[in-house]
């Protein structure tokens, strides 16, 4: 629990009316403006001109896809693109000054925001037992302070190794064969903390976690739903996908509690219409659905189609696809039959008449893609959610074919490539089996720890060292006090970061800083300058290669970090190249190519325009389920029921952070400025509870194992559906109890947090 940081002023709060559209001119400047209070001209020309181009850096903000070469923009990025890229390319630097003006524990009383601004961290730092102060060490000594570390643990299993999205596939591949070289399978990612619903859901029930769609069938779709989504902000290239779409005859449904600016109106910033013009209308309807309603909806909607199905046989489902391609039909139309219009009205806080009117653009659609992020996967029964959506989408054959299909939007730039290079704590055997033929060991076959379990073990004293590959896993996870309290009982942690975030201040007993390059840099090796790899939310793998000086002489890249780290550990215990995979990463293309099935020739494939595109099997009729076919599933949950006086709460991003790091304070297309320490409330339910506009509360989540507050926030009037209340994220994590968790993925429920509001 954190009140506001004390060494910080907070400017006032001011609240404007939400806007109607998003991009234009103003995305533009504001970009612009944000790249140049960072870093120079040049270098703001030199990373933003080859931003998504072949043979450019990929975009390190989100996981949105490119399109084809030959048909990209010149400047193929977006406002919040623009912003992530630069605040790597930043001009700021953090030298052994800062460490030594700047004692840990003051360090951990900052904002997220001021760690953030102090620029690039710029050579490796050490903060000894008992001091309070991060020194500088040297690399090697930083490695074998790791490596004595790790080594003198009881068992492999007392330490984790923590992935965050952006970092690249060579760097993925060998931290999970450095873990499990050591022998452990702790592999905690932010995927266990962003998708892992969605993977869990459609492996079970089409057999690959992955989506099914490309760009292009995006652009060719008759109907697409973007559920639990707020591309305006979070993907906002995907609005010009849309905006395809709609050109193209396609229609776009929008169910979401807020009426997000970007669902409403585009302005493309790319194109001449969209800068003077009125722009386009995303959301041909946009359904303000309660937090938590959307299994309940789309239950009613399946009902709604077997009973049009009934009143017109052979006209509305794909029987063709339901008996050839599908298995457990008849037990989900029975269980769909018994859903309670009631049920679904209450959990959803929708009309009958609005939900018939979906059915009816339905039955209007032959292909049909069903668009989803966060809004979606951060619940306690978000794995049943994802479920029937795939069993609407089976309904009417929408899988499989051109223009339709299953669209998990993905966040980090690389968080689905990271996945498939084997950084997951359960990687199944096939994969151990690969590994172990092509590296000669015996990787541990045991599950591993996820984000939820490793934070668990710390508190138990179960892991004793916790490396941090990018990210920030102390803001990024629930119950911040508890994770924090874990952290500190760790007997070493060590991250290997481009920023300085909390999770350097919040840190256990001895505590390393190892300073990387970052995506935009170039990266010199033994035998050249090297490029990476990444795979995009639509399973296209391209190389991405920076272009700027390094923020400091002394940084290393990822992968270099981890061949060091890796023979420091590991000795000559095994055979494995480290020190030549750092000399030249196609070497360890030529690896991955033998071990993860879709990359092979890796290296030749890879340097070719638009690189490598995956190919889901679900597209070649493919179902790799426990029975070979795509399973329909019977599924039930919604929020569970609201004390009298309480609130569903979802925390969210606001429009000037990229994850754990706001940018600053401004949520501009929420008309939310100032202060982010804000709950955002029906006007209904403030008035119902005394409450008015500006009025400072305590908001306090109630658990099983007692309370969790977070102080002093300012209450706000704003357009979501009764019941329902919004808060920024990672300020509201403290409320967010660790037991509270999606069933069947273990996925932390950072969107149905139940509360009160207390006066102050
Ligand atoms: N600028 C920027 N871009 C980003 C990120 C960032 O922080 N900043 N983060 C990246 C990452 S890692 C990710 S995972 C993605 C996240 O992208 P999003 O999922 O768009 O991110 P959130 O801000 O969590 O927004 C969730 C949306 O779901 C809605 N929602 C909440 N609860 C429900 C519900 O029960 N039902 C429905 N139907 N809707 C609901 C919210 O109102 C909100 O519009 O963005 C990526 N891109
Ligand atoms: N309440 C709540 N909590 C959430 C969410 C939510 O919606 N609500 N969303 C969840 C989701 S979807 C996600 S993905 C997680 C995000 O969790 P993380 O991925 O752990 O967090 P980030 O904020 O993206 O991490 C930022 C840090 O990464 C480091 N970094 C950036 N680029 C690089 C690089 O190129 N190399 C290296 N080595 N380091 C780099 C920088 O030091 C920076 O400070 O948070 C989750 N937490
Ligand atoms: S949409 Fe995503 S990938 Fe594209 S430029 Fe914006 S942040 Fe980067
Ligand atoms: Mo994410």
Redesign the pocket.
Known sequence: MRKAPKHEPIAELEVTEPKEWAAGVPAVKKALEYSLSQTSPKRTALTLLTMNQVDGIDC?GCAWPDPKPGHRHKNEYCENGAKHIND?ATSRRITADFFREHRVSELAERSDEW??AQGR?TEPMVKRAGSDHYEPIAWNDAFALLADELNALDSPDEAAF?T????SNEAAFLLQLFSRAFGTNNLPD??N???ESSGTALSETIGVGKGTVSLDDLHHSDLVFVVGQNPGTNHPRQLSALEECKRNGGRVIAINPLPEAGLKRFKNPQKARGVIGSGTVIADKLLQIRIGGDLMFFRGLNRLLLEAEDAAPGTVLDHDFIDSSSVGFEEFAEHVRTTEWEEVLAASGLSRAEIEDIRDEVLKADRIIVCWA?GL??HPHAVPTIREIVNFLMLRGNLGKPGAGACPVR??SN?QGDRTMGIWEKMPDSFLDALQAEFGFDPPREHGLDAVGAIRAMGEGGIKVFV??????V????DSAVTEAGLRQCRLTA???????R?HAVCGEVALILP????TERDRQATGEQFVTVEDSMSEVHLTKGRLEPASPVLLS?VAILCRLARATLGDRMEIPWESFEGDYGRIRDRISRVVPGFEEFNARVVKPGGLPLVNPVNEGHFRTSVGKAIFTCNSGSIPDVPEGHLVLQ???SHDQ????PYSNDDRYRGIHGDRRVVLVNAEDLAAQGLTAGDKVDVVSVWSDGERRAEAFTVVPYPTPRGCAAGY??E??VL?ALGSVASGSNQ?A??SVIVRLERV
């Open positions: 390190p790597e760690l953030n961290l923590y965050s999205g952006r970092v932010c995927s903390l962003c998708h966060m996967t951060q966040g980090h968080v941090g590959m990018a990210g920030n896993f803001r990024a996870t629930p991250h290997v970061s481009t920023k300085l975030n999770s990387a390059l970052g995506r990822e925390t969210l991003r990229w994850n754990t790091i994220y990672p509201m994590n967010v932390p950072f969107k």
